[in-house]
């Protein structure tokens, strides 16, 4: 199964499998089953029309983004060439357990290969690839 959210005339919308799903179904209210009865629910839907419109980020507007841990040595290189207590980040990168930290909200994030807005005053931006992992509340 694969969902995704697309852009239409009257509002985003996600599909399954390239089929849009009912207007009133979205990510939060999904995330609120366990799995095997999302999956149930989910199988149990009508085949709705071809999904079209642009591909918007795979999130419902009011869900966070949040990371953990860090990432490559080059990062923790850079992070102590722009920092002046570059022992927090060590600390950081020889811990136990990875940091959690807050990336964005849902409204901000955008859909790969769509353009990402940065503030004109930047000087230094370092995009990096990521992996997302989903988790509900009953930790599946």
């Given at each position: 199964?694969?969902?995704?959210?697309?852009?239409?005339?009257?509002?985003?919308?996600?599909?399954?499998?390239?089929?849009?799903?009912?207007?009133?179904?979205?990510?939060?209210?999904?995330?609120?089953?366990?799995?095997?009865?999302?999956?149930?629910?989910?199988?149990?839907?009508?085949?709705?029309?071809?999904?079209?419109?642009?591909?918007?980020?795979?999130?419902?507007?009011?869900?966070?983004?949040?990371?953990?841990?860090?990432?490559?040595?080059?990062?923790?290189?850079?992070?102590?060439?722009?920092?002046?207590?570059?022992?927090?980040?060590?600390?950081?990168?020889?811990a136990e357990r990875p940091e959690l930290?807050?990336?964005?909200?849902?409204?901000?994030?955008?859909?790969?290969?769509?353009?990402?807005?940065?503030?004109?005053?930047?000087?230094?931006?370092?995009?990096?690839?990521?992996?997302?992992?989903?988790?509900?509340?009953?930790?599946?």
């Open positions: 199964m694969f969902l995704t959210r697309h852009q239409t005339t009257n509002g985003p919308r996600w599909a399954l499998d390239g089929h849009f799903l009912p207007a009133e179904v979205d990510l939060s209210g999904l995330m609120a089953f366990p799995q095997a009865a999302m999956l149930a629910l989910l199988r149990s839907l009508p085949f709705g029309k071809l999904a079209t419109g642009e591909h918007l980020a795979p999130l419902d507007p009011m869900q966070e983004v949040w990371a953990a841990g860090v990432t490559y040595l080059r990062s923790r290189e850079a992070r102590r060439a722009e920092s002046s207590a570059a022992s927090v980040y060590d600390q950081v990168y020889a930290f807050f990336k964005a909200s849902g409204w901000r994030v955008v859909n790969s290969g769509c353009p990402a807005r940065i503030r004109r005053d930047s000087r230094w931006n370092v995009p990096e690839p990521e992996i997302v992992l989903l988790i509900n509340s009953y930790l599946e």
